[in-house]
Nanobody, 125 residues
Framework: QVQVVESGGGLVQAGGSLRLSCAAS????????MGWFRQAPGKEREFVAA???????RYADSVKGRFTISRDNAKNTVYLQMNSLKPEDTAVYYC???????????????????WGQGTQVTVSS
């Protein structure tokens, strides 16, 4: 199993930046694709960004050009740099791990086996 723990959330004004971190433990981190998802109040959880074992990346259209996902295998950590934040980015952000090697970058919730507890991001207008 893999345990993942998110950190870095908080309150920020619109236009500001935050960097989320997700620390993983338990298995070989480099063998996992990692994803970020978010869930706003009253809405379904949605895909934000993913990075594969060989560092291919994919983003939701709503965050493309503003968010950047990266990983540091030496630190067993994946990051989500969020710039130009908007009030509609307000949500609980979840980190997830997928232990399979896939031909396509996993963006669907069912592909991910391990999830963190989430970190709150609030963007004020």
């Amino acid at each position: 199993q893999v345990q993942v723990v998110e950190s870095g959330g908080g309150l920020v004004q619109a236009g500001g930046s935050l960097r989320l971190s997700c620390a993983a433990s338990g298995r070989t981190f480099s063998n996992y694709a990692m994803g970020w998802f978010r869930q706003a109040p009253g809405k379904e959880r949605e895909f934000v960004a993913a990075i594969t074992q060989n560092e291919r990346t994919r983003y939701a259209d709503s965050v493309k050009g503003r968010f950047t996902i990266s990983r540091d295998n030496a630190k067993n950590t994946v990051y989500l740099q969020m710039n130009s934040l908007k009030p509609e980015d307000t949500a609980v952000y979840y980190c997830a791990a997928d232990g399979n090697f896939r031909s396509k970058i996993p963006i669907g919730i069912p592909f991910y086996d391990y999830w963190g507890q989430g970190t709150q991001v609030t963007v004020s207008s």
